[in-house]
């Protein structure tokens, strides 16, 4: 199985700041994916991490709020920004392996919002 | 479009007796189905999936879940559940994006508690 590693695991944050969150994966990884989760639901799929461009946002999520980097094949991040209560939850970097046609993912960053 | 639904956002059961977690999906082209297990402040691990041939799928754990195309149905099962089954678990379709099937959508989950 891939290995998604996710940092941090968990945060409390103010009002108004923007926080950063790594996601390092292995290299059977193809595609990466940033999903949300908020508190008591499901998972919501925020944008795809493309290599070396931009990342492709889902409806309702934008890259001034939610700016993802990819600099390489192995690495990502997600950066929350202007953050508010409402975006308190746990964002999960997830990894697509196309030799076992799979989805996995990390541990996730639980973020709290004061 | 594609679409799931998991009935039921909650289902108890006691330790040994037979475990159903519902889910339909709604998809225009033939689905992939997912079922995830997520044990808690912990991420998501598969527990099985159905991409094409055997309708009847066995994943870890002891779950297994059956692909019904008549029903747009692929519900998990597990006979004889075991206290380590507690946990919320979701079910999910890939959704074709350039023929391919990894981003996947999720349905909202069912906490599943096993009563001693």
């Known amino acids: 199985s891939a290995v998604i590693s996710q940092k941090p695991s968990r945060d409390i944050c103010q009002r108004g700041t923007s926080l950063t969150i790594q996601c390092q994966v292995d290299s059977q990884v193809t595609m990466m994916f940033w999903y949300r989760q908020q508190p008591g639901q499901s998972l919501t799929l925020i944008a795809t991490?493309?290599?070396?461009?931009?990342?492709?946002?889902e409806s309702g999520f934008v890259i001034d709020k939610f700016p993802i980097s990819r600099p390489n094949l192995t690495f990502s991040t997600l950066t929350v920004s202007n953050m508010s209560p409402e975006d308190s939850s746990i964002y999960l970097c997830?990894?697509?392996?196309?030799?076992?046609?799979?989805?996995?993912f990390g541990e996730g960053s639980r973020l709290t919002v004061l | 479009a594609q679409s799931v639904t998991q009935l039921g956002s909650h289902v108890s059961v006691s330790e040994g007796a037979l475990v159903l977690l519902r889910c339909n999906y709604s998809s225009s082209v033939p689905p992939y189905l997912f079922w995830y297990v997520q044990y808690p402040n912990q991420g998501l691990q598969l527990l099985l999936k159905y991409t094409t041939g055997a309708t009847l799928v066995k994943g870890i754990n002891g779950f297994e879940a059956e692909f019904k195309k008549s029903e747009t149905s692929f519900h998990l099962t597990k006979p004889s559940a075991h206290m380590s089954d507690a946990a919320e678990y979701f079910c999910a379709v890939g959704r074709n994006y350039g023929g391919a099937t990894n981003k996947l959508i999720f349905g909202t989950g069912t906490l599943l508690a096993v009563q001693p």
């Open positions: 991490a493309n290599q070396g461009s931009e990342a492709t946002y």
């Open positions: 997830s990894g697509w392996t196309d030799n076992t046609g799979e989805l996995f």
